[in-house]
């Protein structure tokens, strides 16, 4: 599963393409769109129906209702559908293993077969903690860092 570096910039690139962003403020807000499904973490149900695409619909609804502004809603969902889809194609660790995409539509878990991103640890006790999740990042930066430098271009030239 991605890190929550991994996760903001995923929501970047996926709302960024949906609503072009003029002010860091905004690019903030996608970026914690993206990573806000993992606040599950503090209520000890991590991957639950926080990790799902109805999820992402509840987002939509939510932002478009306190903006008034559909794109806006779009693009919430899009940045926080991207912690699903990240999380998917990342690499779990911890029964039961990946995440409740299709929440409500079923409680069953998923995960792909191809393990694009590695896990991160939460074992800060442990000696090989930093370097463990720097290797990680890396990945991290190096898959989703040009997609993002593209969308942000792409984007500024519409």
């Known amino acids: 599963m991605p890190s929550p570096i991994g996760h903001a910039l995923g929501g970047i690139a996926a709302g960024w393409a949906i609503a072009p962003v003029k002010n860091a403020r905004n690019a903030v807000l996608l970026a914690g769109?993206?990573?806000?499904a993992d606040l599950d973490l503090l209520v000890g149900t991590h991957r639950g129906p926080t990790h799902s695409l109805g999820a992402a619909v509840l987002m939509l609804v939510a932002v478009t209702l306190m903006t008034r502004n559909?794109?806006?809603?779009?693009?919430?969902?899009?940045a926080w559908a991207s912690h699903v889809a990240l999380d998917w194609?990342?690499?779990?660790?911890?029964?039961?293993i990946g995440e409740m995409a299709l929440w409500p539509a079923t409680r069953a878990y998923y995960e792909s077969s191809l393990h694009l991103f590695p896990a991160i640890s939460r074992r800060y006790w442990l000696a090989d903690f930093w370097m463990f999740n720097l290797r990680a990042v890396v990945v991290e930066l190096a898959i989703l860092g040009p997609i993002v430098w593209a969308v942000v271009a792409?984007?500024?030239k519409v």
């Open 70 to 78: 559909v794109r806006w809603g779009s693009a919430a969902a899009a």
């Open 154 to 156: 792409w984007r500024r």
């Open 89 to 96: 194609l990342g690499t779990d660790t911890t029964p039961p």
């Open 33 to 36: 769109a993206g990573a806000a």
